[in-house]
């Protein structure tokens, strides 16, 4: 048996919270320390989690010699300075999307993780989904063929605190950048990008220059199409569906719920529970995953997938999105500049 990984953990927020249950699930980890500024945070994790070490400053977590590596679910602008200190301390970090919402942090930082032989994940834990996992392999297999129009829809079931909305970076860098690394998961070279985005239920995302849906078509290296639909709400639940056709076939994944029985009366047919509710809930496995894969890649001494560049790559489709709804245009991207 191996020795269980001793995991730090940097932020106690909601996600924070996510990732302190998949390690207490996995065998292979434990919670050994916990950071957060808002100590009483960090106190009340490591209690309900075991851990034995509580911080209020995330370098003395990093640098403490008592980790095998970490997890970064701390507010997006602190994730360079983080994933900067775990390089510089031979730590192994998964953090959180995004990178930073300013890609000239990024590049600042790419050419230091590109050099390191320290592990650097990041969280776009939805290609550890078993259902589009499973799809993705199936697709890979060649079973519909050549890949040529791939539909991602991703809707919320209701638009986040407008607190939030205010410093997300927008529902592009924020929300869709799961849908744009999901698309390169399937279609890894993307050279085109044309967004629309629209106003058409929140005056309050509206009044912050947001907005609350959006349309995204991505154009692949190979001819590929990709059409992301998103919206801040759904009124039947966590909207979360993936479609593949190719030149064989079509492959679905489908909007997962709770139970899989139906019911048939003569007033309904087909009639079921409602969808899960929300990201917490619907991805509960793939942070597992996640976290596994992750802790797979050290051991082996593999790189960790997806990783910088790929958050970066995310962060440039979403700033073309961006480009491209406000201006009217389509977006030239090359990913590997």
């Not at 590109?114 to 259902?131: C, M, Q, V």
Request: proline letters at 5%; hydrophobic letters at 45%; one cysteine or more.
């Amino acid at each position: 048996m191996t020795t269980p990984f001793k995991i730090g953990l940097i932020g106690t927020g909601r996600i924070g919270q996510v990732h302190a249950a998949s390690i207490a699930a996995l065998n292979e980890t434990t919670l050994q320390w916990v950071a957060d500024p808002f100590i009483e945070g960090a106190q009340k994790v490591a209690a309900q989690y075991g851990a034995p070490n509580v911080t209020a400053d995330a370098l003395e977590l990093i640098n403490s010699g008592d980790v095998d590596a970490i997890v970064i679910a701390s507010p997006t602008p602190t994730h360079v300075d983080l994933i900067s200190a775990a390089i510089d301390a031979g730590v192994p970090a998964l953090c959180e999307k995004p990178i930073d919402l300013d890609i000239a942090r990024v590049d600042a930082l790419r050419e230091k993780a590109s050099a390191s032989s320290t592990p650097i994940a990041l969280g776009f834990n939805r290609r550890f989904d078993p259902h589009f996992a499973e799809l993705h392999r199936r697709v890979q297999a060649g079973q519909i063929g050549k890949l040529e129009q791939l539909t991602i829809i991703s809707r919320d079931p209701a638009e986040p605190p407008i607190e939030y909305v205010k410093v997300s970076g927008g529902i592009f860098r924020d929300m869709t950048i799961h849908d744009f690394d999901m698309a390169r998961f399937f279609v890894p070279e993307i050279v085109e990008v044309t967004a629309r985005g629209a106003n058409q239920f929140s005056e309050e995302i509206a009044a912050v220059g947001d907005y609350d849906s959006a349309i995204v078509t991505l154009r692949g290296a190979g001819g590929e199409f990709v059409t992301i639909t998103n919206s801040r709400h759904s009124s039947y639940g966590y909207d979360q569906r993936l479609e593949a056709f190719g030149s064989l076939g079509m492959l679905q994944a489908t909007n997962v719920g709770p139970t899989t029985v139906r019911l048939y009366t003569e007033e309904q047919v087909e009639a079921q529970a409602p969808y899960q509710n929300f990201f917490l809930e619907r991805y509960a496995a793939a942070y597992q995953l996640e976290l596994a894969a992750f802790i797979a890649s050290i051991r082996e001494g593999v790189p960790a997938s997806p990783g910088f560049d790929d958050g970066r790559a995310a962060l440039l489709l979403a700033n073309a999105a961006v480009q491209s709804a406000a201006e009217g245009v389509s977006v030239a991207v090359d990913l590997n500049a």
